[in-house]
């Protein structure tokens, strides 16, 4: 589709704010999650306390942020960020993800972070794809939320068969020692900005590093938690 500046993505009206990238009637449109637990962001009897699931095996993470569950209109565009070069979306979807996250910081359901940090992909991968869809949704929003990031700030260290083929636990041993913290989280709250969350194997990974390294508080924040 021919990328038009000032248009809705969806709806392909005339934007306000061209800056937004996705018109107010849209982003209200989109649907609206279940009832979700806090940390773990699976569906749940109710969203304030925490699932038996985080109760009895809880992530190494604190809070889950998402805008919506894994469905239309969201995937489609988080599919062409990815694989169509269509990276004059990331803007646009990083918007989507400080307007939730602002609503809960308000709310004192979330600490103002002191610093994102982007899910990496290896060198190779990054080299054939010519970007990290992470980076460019998590620099924004650390220019937005004046805090501190860094592109390099956590970097992945060895090659890793595509999450996507494995099941559950495969992903997670898939990911052992794939990581490494460039830098000193020690009294940090801090954010893991990925675009889909699946099992959260990968963002446990990393949350664990942080938590080693003594980081106060950790959130994930993504578009899409699938549900």
Not at 28 to 35: C, N, Y
Not at 43 to 56: K, N, T
Not at 93 to 117: H, S, W, Y
Request: with cysteine; net charge positive.
């Amino acid at each position: 589709m021919l990328t038009i500046p000032g248009l809705c993505w969806l709806c392909r009206m005339p934007l306000a704010c061209p800056g937004w990238g996705i018109c107010s009637r849209c982003s209200a449109a989109l649907p609206t999650p279940p009832s979700c637990c806090p940390r773990c962001g699976l569906p749940a009897a109710e969203g304030v306390l925490l699932c038996g699931r985080c109760i009895q095996n809880p992530p190494p993470w604190d809070r889950l942020l998402f805008v919506t569950d894994y469905c239309p209109p969201l995937n489609g565009l988080v599919h062409r960020l990815k694989f169509a070069d269509t990276t004059a979306l990331a803007p646009a979807l990083a918007r989507l993800m400080l307007l939730k996250a602002r609503l809960a910081i308000r709310a004192g359901l979330l600490p103002q972070p002191d610093t994102l940090v982007s899910v990496p992909l290896h060198a190779r991968r990054a080299w054939r794809r010519g970007f990290n869809q992470s980076a460019l949704l998590a620099a924004p929003l650390a220019r937005w939320l004046q805090c501190d990031y860094h592109a390099g700030s956590v970097s992945r260290i060895r090659a890793t068969a595509n999450q996507h083929q494995l099941s559950a636990r495969l992903r997670r041993g898939n990911l052992k020692g794939a990581f490494r913290v460039e830098f000193s989280a020690a009294g940090r709250h801090m954010v893991i900005v990925d675009d889909v969350v699946t099992t959260g194997s990968t963002v446990a990974e990393i949350a664990r590093l942080l938590k080693q390294q003594g980081a106060a508080t950790i959130q994930v924040w993504c578009l899409c938690r699938t549900l």
